[in-house]
C-alpha cells in the first residue's frame, strides 16, 4: 500500500513572470483554489497521508499550507536557485522510506490517475498521455512492451516518441535509492539534473513502466499560454468528469493458460447486477452453448453442456458420468493423461493406461492391438487432444475412426487445442469433447464444458449416478428444460466469454491458428539463436506449447530467469517431463509474433547476465 506522496515545488516558476514574482508557482489559482491545494486534496481523498513537500523558492507559502494540512512535511533544498528537481528529490533521502507517488507542483489533472498508479501492483509507473500539443512536452519513448527507453523535451533525442510524461509516477524506494546514487555521482558535473533524467539512468538495468493513458485530462502550469489552457480547456473538462474507464494494463502470458485477453473482454466482465436465473441469463448461456457447438459441430446432432469450474471440472464430470459400468482405455502421453487415470481411479471406474512416448506420437497398431485383444471389453477411449505438457498434438481424427470401428465411443480432452486447431466431431467419430474459457478462446477462467453427441448424451439417462455436481445427464437436463444452470454459474465470466466468442468468431478459428503458428515460429527461429533445445521432435510440434531444455549454464535458475521477465511483463510456466528439467513457453491468447520477439531479446538479456 502506498500512502506517501512527493511534490517537488523548489522551482522558481519564472516563465510566469510577475503572477510568481509574490507566491511559488503552484499557488497560480484557478477557480479560487491554488492549484497544489487542489492536488493535495485530491492526494488525500486517494488515501495518501503523508505528503512531502520539496520546497525551495518562497517556501514560507508551503510552511503555511503544511499549517493548514497535518499530513504535509516540508524539505528544503537551500540550493533551489542554482540546481534542478532531482537535486530537491536527493534532499529526502533521510525522510523517505516507503514506495511514493511523485508529482510536479504546478499539475492539474483528473484524480483517477491517482487510484490507477495505486492500484497496479507494478512498483514502477511513470502516467503517461498521448499528444497534447501543450508546448514544452516531455517526451518518452517505450518498448514493445512500455517499459521506459528514454524520455526528453528533444523530439530529435528519440528514436520514437511514444507518449507524453504528465509529471506523476509511481516509485518504489529501490528505484529512488538507485536515482539518488546515480545523481550523487553526477552532481559534481552538473546540478540541475531532473528526476527524468535519474529515472532514464536507472531504466537502463531496472523496467520501469510507462503506463499510457491516451485522452488522459491533465496540463501543467508554466506559461501563460499553459495558464489559459488550463483555465479555458482543461478544469472545465475536468469538472465534467465523473467516471473515467481506463485501460487494464496488458501483460505477456506465455504460460499455457489462462491466456493473455483483449481489453474488450476484460471490460465485459463489469455489467449491472443480475440474477443468474433471469431468462436474459438463460438466453446468454444457450447462445454461449450453441456457438460454442457450431465451432466444432452440427448443432442438430451435438450439444453443449457448461459447466462453472475450471477444465478438470468438465474432464472429471465426463469421465465419472459416462463409464457407467463399462471399461475405459486412457491414452497417456502426458500429466493430462494421468490426471485422468487418477480421476477415474478416485471414482473406482474400471479402466486401464496405454502409455505413449511423451515426445513420440502415438502408434497406432499398438492401440489397435489393444482393442483387438480385449474384443468387446472397452466401451470408452479417453485421450488429450493436444498434451500441454510437452506440446504434442494426438491425432485424434485418426484415433476416432480407429474407435469407430471397433464401436467404442471417443472421449477428447481438448482444453489446449479447441478455438485454435479446427476440430470436427462428426467426421472424427467424437463423442465427447472437453475444454474450457480461458486458454485459446481467450476469455476469463471458470467455465468448462463438455460438447456432446446428442444421442450419446441421451442415453445416459438411466445410468446410476457416481457424481452429483459433475452428473453430466443431470446438467443436461436441467438446462434443457429451465434454461438455467443447476447450481450458481460464474455470472460474470459468461459475460467476458460471449466477448470472447464474439472475437473468436471474428477472428476465425483457422485464422487465429495462423497467428499463433506465426508466433510459433517466431519462437523456434530464437531459440535456434539463443541455442536453446526443445524436447519434441519439431515435426510433432502443436505449434501452440513448446517445451524448452532448461539451460545447462552455471548459474542458471529458472526462478531467477522468472522473475527477471516477469518484471517486463512477461509470464513463463516451468516444466517437467521425465527427468528432464524443462520450461514451457505457450504462445496462445492476444498475443502475437512481436510479443515473441519482445520475450525472446529479454530471455537473451537474461542468459547474458549468466553466460
Ligand atoms: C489446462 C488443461 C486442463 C485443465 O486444467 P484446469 O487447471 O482445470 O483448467 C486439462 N487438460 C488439458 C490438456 C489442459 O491443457
Given at each position: ?425 462428426l467426421h472424427s467419430h467424437i463423442s465427447f469433447l472437453i475444454s474450457s474459457s480461458n486458454k485459446n478462446l481467450q476469455g476469463m477462467a471458470g467455465i468448462s464444458f463438455v460438447i456432446a453427441n446428442r444421442a450419446k448424451l441421451q442415453a445416459l439417462q438411466n445410468h446410476t449416478p457416481r457424481n452429483y455436481y459433475l452428473n453430466l445427464y443431470r446438467q443436461y437436463e436441467y438446462f434443457e428444460k429451465t434454461g438455467q444452470m443447476r447450481f450458481t454459474p460464474p455470472v460474470q465470466t459468461f459475460y467476458a466469454l460471449k466477448q470472447a466468442i464474439i472475437e473468436t468468431q471474428q477472428e476465425g478459428i483457422a485464422e487465429r491458428y495462423q497467428r499463433y503458428t506465426h508466433s510459433w515460429e517466431t519462437l523456434i527461429a530464437g ?85
Amino acid at each position: 500500500m502506498v500512502n506517501t506522496a512527493v511534490i517537488v515545488a523548489a522551482g522558481l516558476g519564472s516563465r510566469l513572470k510577475e503572477r510568481t514574482t509574490h507566491q511559488p508557482k503552484g499557488f497560480v489559482e484557478i477557480d479560487g483554489l491554488a492549484i497544489v491545494e487542489r492536488s493535495i486534496q485530491q492526494l488525500i481523498a486517494s488515501g495518501i497521508t503523508h505528503i512531502v513537500i520539496g520546497t525551495g523558492y518562497l517556501s514560507a507559502f508551503y510552511e503555511e499550507l503544511a499549517g493548514k494540512y497535518p499530513q504535509i512535511n516540508c524539505v528544503h533544498n537551500k540550493d533551489y536557485q542554482d540546481s534542478g528537481s532531482m537535486y530537491t528529490l536527493y534532499q529526502m533521502r533521510d525522510t523517505l522510506d516507503s514506495d511514493f507517488l511523485l508529482l510536479e507542483s504546478d499539475l492539474l489533472y483528473d484524480p483517477s490517475g491517482l487510484k490507477y498508479l495505486l492500484h497496479d501492483s507494478t512498483q514502477d509507473i511513470i502516467l503517461a498521455s498521448g499528444t497534447t500539443h501543450s508546448n514544452d512536452e516531455v517526451y518518452i519513448e517505450y518498448d514493445h512492451n512500455h517499459f521506459l527507453v528514454n524520455m526528453s523535451k528533444q523530439l530529435s533525442v528519440l528514436k520514437s516518441a511514444d507518449a507524453e510524461l504528465v509529471g506523476i509516477c509511481k516509485i518504489s524506494i529501490d528505484t529512488y535509492k538507485r536515482m539518488c546514487q546515480w545523481s550523487a555521482e553526477v552532481f559534481a558535473q552538473h546540478w540541475k539534473w531532473d528526476y527524468e533524467q535519474a529515472l532514464v539512468a536507472v531504466s537502463k538495468n531496472k523496467p520501469l513502466l510507462v503506463q499510457k493513458i491516451e485522452h488522459y485530462v491533465w496540463c501543467e502550469i508554466d506559461t501563460e499560454e499553459h495558464l489559459v489552457r488550463a483555465k479555458q480547456d482543461i478544469y472545465p473538462k475536468l469538472q465534467h468528469i465523473t467516471e473515467q474507464s481506463f485501460p487494464v494494463r496488458r501483460n505477456i502470458l506465455l504460460n499455457p493458460g489462462p491466456a493473455t485477453t483483449t481489453d474488450t473482454v476484460k471490460l465485459a466482465q463489469v455489467i449491472p447486477d443480475i440474477c443468474p436465473r433471469e431468462t436474459e441469463f438463460g438466453e446468454l448461456m444457450k447462445w454461449t452453448a450453441d456457438q460454442l457447438t457450431s465451432f466444432v459441430a452440427p448443432i442438430d446432432q451435438f450439444t453443449t453442456v457448461l459447466f462453472g469450474g475450471s477444465g478438470t471440472a468438465a474432464v472429471e464430470a465426463v469421465l465419472s458420468s459416462v463409464v457407467g459400468e463399462g471399461k475405459l482405455l486412457i491414452i497417456s502421453n502426458g500429466a493430462y493423461g494421468e490426471r485422468m487415470a487418477e480421476i477415474v481411479g478416485a471414482y473406482g471406474i474400471d479402466h486401464e493406461v496405454f502409455a505413449s512416448s511423451p515426445i513420440m506420437p502415438l502408434a497406432f497398431d499398438e492401440i489397435e492391438q489393444v482393442l483387438q485383444h480385449n474384443s468387446n471389453v472397452f466401451t470408452h477411449v479417453a485421450v488429450v487432444h493436444h498434451e500441454t505438457t510437452s506440446g504434442i498434438l494426438n491425432d485424434i481424427h485418426k484415433l476416432g475412426q480407429l474407435c469407430a470401428r471397433y464401436n467404442i465411443d471417443l472421449i477428447a480432452d481438448a482444453m489446449s487445442s479447441y478455438g485454435a486447431i479446427p476440430i470436427d466431431m462428426l467426421h472424427s467419430h467424437i463423442s465427447f469433447l472437453i475444454s474450457s474459457s480461458n486458454k485459446n478462446l481467450q476469455g476469463m477462467a471458470g467455465i468448462s464444458f463438455v460438447i456432446a453427441n446428442r444421442a450419446k448424451l441421451q442415453a445416459l439417462q438411466n445410468h446410476t449416478p457416481r457424481n452429483y455436481y459433475l452428473n453430466l445427464y443431470r446438467q443436461y437436463e436441467y438446462f434443457e428444460k429451465t434454461g438455467q444452470m443447476r447450481f450458481t454459474p460464474p455470472v460474470q465470466t459468461f459475460y467476458a466469454l460471449k466477448q470472447a466468442i464474439i472475437e473468436t468468431q471474428q477472428e476465425g478459428i483457422a485464422e487465429r491458428y495462423q497467428r499463433y503458428t506465426h508466433s510459433w515460429e517466431t519462437l523456434i527461429a530464437g531459440l535456434d539463436q539463443l541455442e536453446l533445445q526443445y524436447l519434441v521432435p519439431l515435426e510433432h510440434h502443436s505449434k501452440i506449447i513448446t517445451t524448452i531444455q532448461e539451460p545447462t549454464i552455471d548459474g542458471y535458475d529458472f526462478d531467477q530467469m522468472h522473475d527477471y521477465l516477469y518484471r517486463y511483463g512477461i509470464t513463463i510456466y516451468p516444466g517437467k517431463i521425465g527427468k528432464l528439467s524443462s520450461f514451457r513457453i505457450a504462445n496462445i491468447g492476444e498475443i502475437d509474433h512481436q510479443d515473441i520477439t519482445y520475450f525472446l531479446e529479454k530471455l537473451g538479456d537474461y542468459l547474458n547476465t549468466i553466460r
